[in-house]
């Protein structure tokens, strides 16, 4: 084979895979292994793990990044995590490794910027293209694997904002854990985003309005609007306090429309409101609730000053 020859098939080949392509690829196309060598010595080619021959440059996009992952990791090597999640069109968030993983009985090998994990079973492969798990089950190993629990609610929020997978899919995925260090936060973050501020219970946000100092809140307080009677989650009708708590599914769709002409009307029926997301809840109840008692200080203050006549 000329040499054009086989450099034209390594591009065809390598077209699918960001750039890379499998020794064992080139091979089944007659492309042995000193053919190979020769590319490499000639500057051409560039080998970039054990398998993985880069054809244009050493330095490798993501898409590369991933097939060389699972190229070297293992046998049986699969994305998890972020990087099955960004495999699958998740944007917005990037990790930096690549997470991995392997059955625990193949032969593993270490590959810079990836993340191993060695499960008895790992997750069943989904999907075409490279090897992957599937969104809801990769959306609860990134929340496990996360640095912080601000990331891991953040990782649990994304794949369902962008369809990735759906709440009830999460949920089951979520019940099959049996041990996570983030056991409950989790169940909080998962149920919010599946069931909105109703997973947050009534008797939940009365005790962080009591150790802040706050008097017990109205719940589902009943208003007219001015097309129909609504429900306000939380309220303080002394002052004309009105705090909306945010779910999960609040960020979907239309949602966001309807959450802005509710709360429009209440604040000119002359109330004050306040949007708070059910997760910032988990993750910071001080500070969201510190803002509700000033703001109920300032009302308090202001309705007790004696009006001008």
Same mark, same amino acid.
């Given at each position: ?65 991933? +097939?060389?992952? @699972?190229?070297? %990791?293992?046998?049986?090597?699969? #994305? &998890? !995590? $972020?990087?099955?999640?960004? *495999?699958? =069109? ?83 995925? +979520?019940?099959? @854990?049996?041990? %996570?260090?983030?056991?409950?936060? #989790? &169940? !909080? $973050?998962?149920?919010?985003? *599946?069931? =909105? ?103 308090? *203050? ?8």
């Amino acid at each position: 084979m000329y040499g054009a020859d086989r450099r034209a098939i390594a591009r065809e080949l390598a077209a699918a895979h960001g750039g890379v392509v499998h020794r064992l690829a080139l091979a089944e196309h007659g492309i042995d292994r000193f053919a190979v060598r020769n590319e490499v010595a000639a500057g051409r080619w560039f080998k970039v793990g054990r398998h993985t021959v880069a054809i244009h440059s050493p330095e490798l996009n993501e898409t590369a990044r991933w +097939w060389r992952a @699972v190229w070297e %990791s293992g046998s049986g090597a699969r #994305l &998890d !995590g $972020v990087s099955a999640l960004e *495999a699958s =069109g998740m944007t917005g968030y990037h990790a930096s490794v690549i997470d991995v993983t392997v059955p625990k009985s193949s032969h593993t090998h270490a590959v810079e910027r990836v993340r191993l994990h060695l499960p008895r079973v790992p997750a069943p492969v989904v999907g075409a293209g490279i090897r992957k798990v599937a969104p809801d089950i990769a959306t609860i190993h990134a929340a496990q694997w996360a640095a912080t629990d601000r990331q891991a609610a953040l990782v649990i929020c994304m794949p369902l904002q962008q369809r990735l997978t759906t709440p009830s899919r999460l949920q089951l995925a +979520w019940h099959g @854990v049996q041990r %996570s260090a983030r056991r409950k936060l #989790l &169940d !909080g $973050v998962i149920g919010d985003v *599946a069931d =909105g501020a109703h997973s947050l219970g009534e008797l939940d946000f009365t005790r962080m309005a009591r150790r802040v100092g706050l008097p017990p809140p109205s719940h589902q307080s009943l208003r007219d609007g001015p097309d129909s009677r609504v429900y306000l989650d939380v309220s303080w009708d002394d002052v004309g306090l009105v705090v909306e708590i945010d779910g999960g599914h609040h960020a979907l769709a239309l949602n966001p429309i309807d959450d802005a002409l509710r709360q429009n009307d209440r604040v000119t029926a002359g109330e004050r409101v306040l949007r708070v997301p059910v997760i910032g809840l988990r993750l910071l109840p001080q500070k969201f609730m510190q803002q509700v008692r000033h703001t109920y200080d300032v009302l308090r *203050a202001e309705a007790s000053r004696p009006r001008m006549r």
